[in-house]
């Protein structure tokens, strides 16, 4: 079974700064996706970026990046010039793209503070 | 464009009392979830559904019971609630379709149910 690891439960950054929001996960699957979700006070989910295990480029959306390391099955989430509004709860997610009966399963999230 | 919308938003429960979660999507969406989150154990998954008249467990399944008769409906019962069965319950839709690239989940706003 799939699973998703987050192994720091709360970071702290000053603001404008940059901070790297660590994932790793298990799988023996070779085609998957990965997610990184926000969930501000709000509670709404929100999805921040999406990477494709087959694409060896690692996506981008404007000040958020990941670091894709497919052999290490690690999946880290790089906050650049950080801002008040990226106060939040961050959770890394897995999900088969081979397996039709396939789930999408959660980390335990990781809460990021941002210092003024 | 409505997209996942959980019916109700908050409810208290007494020990024993049944009730029933509603969850719709008007995305047409293959796929549809329901998760718990609870402080410090991140989104798990309770039970999913791969498309119309189809469920399965996921990773904390006891106590809950679904359904999914039409497409874009999926409900989640719980037919004798504990106070274990206080948290806040997310439901969500998706597709698979790699050339869209519409792959993710998106969620409900969330129903916080207390269990007293």
């Known amino acids: 079974a799939q699973t998703v690891t987050q192994s720091q439960p709360e970071m702290s950054v000053q603001e404008a700064e940059t901070v790297t929001l660590s994932c790793t996960y298990d799988?023996?699957?070779?085609?998957?996706?990965l997610f990184w979700y926000k969930q501000p006070p709000s509670r709404q989910m929100i999805l921040v970026i999406r990477?494709?295990?087959?694409?060896?480029q690692n996506a981008t959306e404007n000040r958020f990046s990941v670091n894709f390391q497919k052999a290490a099955k690690s999946f880290s989430l790089k906050i650049s010039d950080s801002q008040l509004g990226d106060a939040a709860m961050y959770f890394c997610?897995?999900?088969?793209?081979?397996?039709?009966?396939?789930?999408?399963?959660f980390g335990k999230g990781t809460r990021l503070h941002i210092l003024p | 464009n409505a997209g996942v919308t959980q019916t109700p938003k908050f409810r208290v429960l007494k020990t024993g009392q049944s009730m029933t979660l509603l969850c719709a999507q008007d995305m047409n969406h293959e796929y549809m979830y329901w998760y718990r989150q609870d402080p410090g154990m991140g989104l798990r998954l309770i039970h999913y559904s791969v498309g119309e008249g189809t469920t399965a467990k996921g990773e904390v399944p006891d106590g809950y019971n679904v359904s999914r008769l039409k497409k874009q409906n999926f409900l989640l019962g719980l037919e004798s609630a504990a106070p274990s069965q206080t948290s806040v319950y997310f439901c969500?839709?998706?597709?698979?379709?790699?050339?869209?690239?519409?792959?993710?989940?998106?969620f409900g706003q969330g129903t916080r149910l207390t269990v007293v």
């Open positions: 997610a897995y999900r088969s793209a081979l397996n039709r009966d396939d789930k999408i399963i």
């Open positions: 969500a839709s998706s597709n698979r379709d790699r050339l869209t690239l519409n792959t993710e989940a998106f």
């Open positions: 990477q494709e295990a087959y694409k060896q």
């Open positions: 799988t023996s699957e070779s085609d998957y996706y």
